[in-house]
């Protein structure tokens, strides 16, 4: 993501610090175990347009966005400052780096919205559906938990689906293009669109969706 920060920088990283933990500089580990349940997560948070929503209407659960760009991050944490949301924080780091230190079972929702597709065949393996990051995901998860995806590039999803089954995931729902609803009153995401969401609705092009656990 090309991102242009001028001197905004040094005051998101300012005002958005009690919101902003930088995997990258402290202990991913310790951090994920001292966070408060039920613990909703997004991998590839971008602006927090999506998990600024859900926080808003979940006050009781501990949401967390994940993004590898500091800049990005941080200008997501200033906005939860903003916005009073105490129950909002953002992680800074990549999935390759913290993802096999966090070992117990506290996430309750874990959202993929729009996820970077890696569209050449020797980058699969860096898709955020690819088996390695499935395995790590099903570590994090409590029995209960959902994975949503949602995207808009029908040979991604596909090639998620796959993933998902050779991994042995449970697939609950799959949705080739669904019309806008309302978002209820659970932690699905389903109904909560991200900025890109909204604009490739106005593009009339098509959502694709799952929600998926692993197997117990």
Known sequence: MRFRTGHRLEKWLEGGRDHLFDAYQGDPAAWYQALTEPIALEIG????????????????????????????????AYGAALY????LSFLVGDVERFGPLWTEPRVAW?????????????????????P????????????????????DN????EWSLESFRASGWEIAEVERGFPPGDPGGTLSGKYVQTEYETRFRQLGQPIYYLRARPAR
């Not at 209407?57 to 990005?72: K, W």
């Not at 009073?84 to 129950?87: A, D, K, Q, T």
């Not at 919205?113 to 559906?129: E, G």
């Open 154 to 157: 029908l040979e991604f999803f």
């Open 110 to 130: 874990l959202y993929l919205n729009f996820s970077d597709p890696w569209p050449k065949k020797r980058h699969h393996k860096r898709r955020l559906t690819a």
């Open 84 to 87: 009073g949301l105490g129950n």
């Open 132 to 151: 390695a990051k499935l395995a790590w995901y099903a570590q994090w998860m409590r029995p209960e938990a959902w994975l949503e995806q949602k995207t």
């Open 45 to 76: 948070c971008g602006r927090g347009g999506f998990i600024r929503q859900m926080a808003r209407l979940h006050p009781e659960t501990r949401f967390v966005g994940v993004d590898r760009v500091l800049a990005v991050a941080a200008k997501a």
